[in-house]
């Protein structure tokens, strides 16, 4: 059973700068791509980035061009969202998610708060 699990959000002031981690197993990473999604209060979940498995980055939230990358390391089964120059509006949770098989996988979600 393919699992995802995030980690890496917190509390961080604007024009902080956090990484989030997906660490993925069951099955082999380097076989598939990984999107970054978001989900603030009151809104719906967003794509943010996404890096592809021949580790082609692409960004879906205009807003956070320029600020945000992504990368993968596949020996290690992990794909990291970088974050910088937070932003208040940066607020939400954060979910990573692949498709495996014709089916969505989608972690837990790790919280990320930008506020002074």
């Known amino acids: 059973q393919p699992q995802l699990v995030e980690s890496g959000g917190g509390l961080v002031q604007p024009g902080g700068s956090l990484q989030l981690s997906c660490e993925v197993s069951?099955?082999?990473?380097?076989?598939?791509?990984v999107t970054w999604f978001r989900q603030a209060p009151g809104k719906e979940r967003e794509a943010v980035m996404c890096?592809?498995?021949?580790?082609?980055?692409?960004t879906f939230a205009d807003s956070v061009r320029g600020r945000f990358t992504i990368a993968r390391v596949n020996a290690k089964q992990t794909v990291y969202l970088n974050m910088f120059r937070l932003r208040p509006e940066d607020t939400a949770v954060y979910y990573c998610?692949?498709?495996?098989?014709?089916?969505?996988?989608w972690g837990q979600g790790t919280q990320v708060t930008v506020s002074s």
């Open positions: 890096i592809s498995k021949w580790d082609s980055p692409f």
């Open positions: 998610k692949l498709i495996f098989k014709g089916r969505q996988y």
């Open positions: 069951g099955f082999t990473l380097a076989d598939f791509t």
